[in-house]
């Protein structure tokens, strides 16, 4: 099985490679908080080998300006990847927030559009069903806008999966041949969920979703979002995040004001990562909320 060679992957590679061994420890003493919204809650973790990818210029000149670090030739010698179909690789991602931390990169440098990659991402979620696959769009978190990728973590990890779960949050809207599409209130953030078996159909569900934000953000590359899939016996769920804004204010605040957070697809799966211990003990439920705010849809904008 595809998981097997993904756990034999990272026993190797923590126990060869020393880079990854010691962030993976580190990751075990790792500072977090709770916020209570009362509906559900959304943790902080104090992270200082995010900064990379927190503080990443992600402008054309800057990423032209550096070596792709998710290109093989660039790669530590010492990162080793599993194949998955023709096209992909699986890495142990060496500055974790999940227990299990994967990268999952094109063989080819091109660049990160989810477009013809969907169906990808949920044969993915399928072949690792411990793990959440989660896609950054090139202006919504993803530190390699110029290199496309999918990352995955731990299943269990981020509150949003338990959340859709509970039954409080988040409503069936309708079900067309199977698929459900599902929309959530009081969740500080606009999320459009889908649910079902057939992934062909999922596929034309998505698309439909992303033509109808193309149109509103033509001028860019593709419309901002961010997706998290997961399978299970009860098929595929995936969250998809339009987003409004890449960064929020507080990322460009100068002095005390500023927060530096660099919201993706795991912020908003409710767990925020601060590089900056000081980010992580000012951080409040009120910048949390205001944060999401700036850059997701509001829930009554999306459906
Ligand atoms: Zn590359």
Same mark, same amino acid.
């Not at 032209?64 to 023709?86: D, I, M, S």
């Not at 034309?204 to 593709?222: G, L, M, N, T």
């Given at each position: 099985?595809?998981?097997?060679k993904?756990?034999?992957?990272?026993?190797?590679q923590?126990?060869?490679?020393?880079?990854a061994?010691?962030n993976?420890g580190?990751l075990?003493?790792?500072?977090?908080?709770k916020?209570?919204?009362?509906?559900?809650?959304v943790?902080?973790?104090?992270?200082p080998?995010?900064?990379r990818?927190?503080?990443?210029?992600v402008?054309?000149?800057?990423?032209e300006a550096?070596?792709c *670090?998710?290109?093989e030739k660039? =790669?530590p010698? +010492?990162?080793r990847?599993v194949?998955?179909g023709n096209? $992909?690789?699986? !890495?142990?991602n060496p500055?974790p927030?999940?227990?299990?931390?994967?990268?999952?990169?094109?063989?080819?440098?091109?660049?990160q559009?989810i477009?013809?990659?969907?169906?990808t991402?949920?044969?993915?979620?399928?072949?690792?069903?411990?793990?959440t696959i989660?896609?950054n769009g090139?202006?919504?978190?993803a530190s390699a806008?110029?290199?496309?990728h999918?990352?995955?973590?731990?299943?269990?990890f981020?509150?949003?999966?338990?959340?859709?779960?509970n039954?409080?949050l988040?409503?069936q809207l309708?079900e067309?041949?199977?698929?459900?599409?599902?929309k959530?209130?009081?969740?500080l953030?606009g999320?459009i969920?889908?649910?079902?078996?057939n992934?062909?159909?999922?596929?034309k569900? *998505?698309?439909s979703?992303?033509? =109808?934000f193309? +149109?509103?953000?033509s001028d860019?590359?593709?419309?901002m $979002?961010n997706? !998290?899939?997961?399978?299970?016996?009860?098929?595929?769920?995936?969250?998809?995040?339009p987003?409004?804004?890449?960064r929020?204010?507080q990322?460009?605040?100068?002095?005390?004001d500023?927060?530096?957070?660099s919201?993706a697809?795991?912020?908003l799966?409710?767990?925020?990562i601060?590089?900056?211990?000081?980010?992580?003990?000012?951080?409040t439920?009120?910048?949390?909320?205001?944060i999401?705010?700036q850059?997701?849809?509001?829930?009554n904008?999306l459906?």
């Amino acid at each position: 099985m595809f998981s097997n060679k993904i756990n034999r992957l990272f026993t190797t590679q923590l126990r060869e490679w020393e880079l990854a061994k010691v962030n993976y420890g580190q990751l075990e003493k790792v500072k977090t908080k709770k916020l209570d919204f009362g509906n559900f809650e959304v943790f902080v973790q104090f992270n200082p080998e995010r900064i990379r990818s927190s503080a990443a210029n992600v402008d054309t000149k800057s990423i032209e300006a550096r070596p792709c *670090f998710l290109c093989e030739k660039n =790669r530590p010698p +010492e990162q080793r990847g599993v194949l998955f179909g023709n096209n $992909l690789t699986v !890495l142990v991602n060496p500055f974790p927030i999940f227990t299990r931390h994967i990268t999952i990169p094109s063989e080819l440098h091109t660049d990160q559009r989810i477009r013809n990659n969907f169906n990808t991402m949920l044969s993915l979620a399928k072949a690792l069903p411990q793990f959440t696959i989660f896609y950054n769009g090139p202006q919504c978190g993803a530190s390699a806008p110029d290199h496309f990728h999918f990352q995955a973590g731990n299943s269990g990890f981020m509150p949003i999966e338990k959340d859709f779960r509970n039954g409080r949050l988040a409503q069936q809207l309708s079900e067309n041949r199977g698929i459900e599409i599902w929309k959530w209130t009081r969740y500080l953030r606009g999320i459009i969920t889908l649910k079902g078996y057939n992934m062909e159909k999922l596929a034309k569900a *998505f698309d439909s979703i992303y033509d =109808r934000f193309a +149109e509103v953000q033509s001028d860019r590359p593709e419309p901002m $979002l961010n997706i !998290l899939a997961g399978h299970s016996s009860s098929g595929w769920i995936i969250h998809i995040i339009p987003r409004k804004q890449h960064r929020p204010t507080q990322f460009f605040d100068g002095g005390n004001d500023q927060i530096l957070l660099s919201p993706a697809a795991v912020d908003l799966g409710g767990v925020i990562i601060t590089p900056r211990e000081e980010d992580f003990t000012k951080i409040t439920k009120e910048d949390v909320e205001d944060i999401f705010g700036q850059v997701c849809f509001k829930e009554n904008e999306l459906l």
